[in-house]
């Protein structure tokens, strides 16, 4: 694999991913520094503090880089259901002042981080890949609708000034440090405290978790000859169901897990509900459930 780019800034760099690709790009031998408007968990990880809302403070805070990678912004969607307009200015303004700074700086590679939600229209049953095309009216959440625009950004500034990109679209992610509201995290501690664990309906709803240190490599691939300008979808090659979470929970912890069967409500986060491939995967449960 092809060294990584001397100097590296990670917008995000001290959130959940940004760190531990702060981690993985300091052991390939980069000089690394976060970027963020708060201090990163390791005191030995360089740091200025950057909003990534105010351009001339990312201008100079990329002036001597080679590579930055775009991680800040509002990254959990409960948060720009409550905050609408905050979240897409910052996700769309900041990342539309972190390329222009690029643009300026001529930093050589500039990496979004973008999510598998933006498929959350796809329409028909064929296997979702880098070129499936979005479905705009199904886009389902302003979150999505905000990273969308992201990534029209970077095309843009590619197109339009010659600034180079890579999007790497995030499948769900976890592992240590990851927000205590996702359902990995919250099995675990009402096991530890000796809660009963709640799944709601059957449990096959599922998703294709990515383990963060997988992901934090990817990053170091992002930087290769062959990722310039390209888009690449990072999801794990598994479905992992709701219920073997519960289950595992159970076998390790010996915390039991009850079905929780409720009536039509509004779900707290419609994208929760409408996640990528979902429909065609909902497919695929309930065939495997009947036997297949
Ligand atoms: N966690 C996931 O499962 C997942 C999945 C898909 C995509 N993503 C994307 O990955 C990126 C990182 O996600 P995460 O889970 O590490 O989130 P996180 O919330 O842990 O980290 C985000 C970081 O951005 C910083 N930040 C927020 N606003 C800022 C601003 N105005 N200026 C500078 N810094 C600011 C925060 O301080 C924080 O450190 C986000 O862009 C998110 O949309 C995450």
């Known amino acids: 694999m092809r060294q990584p780019a001397g100097r590296i800034g990670i917008t995000g760099g001290s959130g959940f991913i940004g760190s531990c690709v702060a981690d993985r790009m300091t052991t390939a031998g980069s000089d690394v520094v976060a970027l963020d408007t708060r ?7 360089a740091y200025r503090h950057v909003d990534v809302l105010d351009l001339a403070e990312v201008v100079q805070a990329t002036r001597d880089l080679d590579a930055v990678f775009h991680l800040a ?47 959350a229209g796809a329409h028909g049953d064929a296997p979702i890949d880098e070129e499936a095309p979005f479905h705009l009216p199904s886009a389902g959440h302003i979150y999505t609708s905000s990273k969308i625009t992201e990534e029209l950004i970077a095309h843009n500034y590619c197109e339009l000034y010659g ?59 992002a930087l290769s000859g062959d990722a310039e300008n390209e888009v690449f979808n990072l999801k794990g090659p598994e479905p992992i169901t709701i219920r073997r979470i519960a289950e595992e929970v159970r076998g390790l912890l010996g915390a039991p897990f009850r079905g929780r069967h409720r009536g039509c409500r509004r779900p707290a986060s419609p994208a929760r509900e409408r996640r990528p491939g979902r429909r065609r995967c909902r497919t695929t449960a309930c065939r495997d459930s009947s036997g297949r």
């Open 39 to 45: 201090p990163p968990q390791r005191s030995d990880v």
């Open 73 to 119: 912004g509002v990254s959990d969607a409960s948060d720009a259901l409550a905050r609408p307009v905050s979240a897409v200015q910052v996700n769309v303004a900041g990342t539309a002042n972190v390329f222009e700074a690029s643009r300026r700086n001529d930093v050589r590679r500039t990496v979004l981080a973008s999510t598998a939600w933006v498929y």
């Open 163 to 221: 600034t180079p990109f890579t999007i790497l679209r995030y499948g769900d992610v976890y592992g240590p440090g990851m927000s205590e509201n996702f359902v990995i995290p919250r099995f675990v501690r009402q096991a530890l405290g000796g809660e009963t664990n709640t799944v709601n309906g059957d449990g096959s709803q599922f998703r294709n978790y990515v383990y963060v240190d997988d992901l934090a490599d990817a990053h170091l691939a």
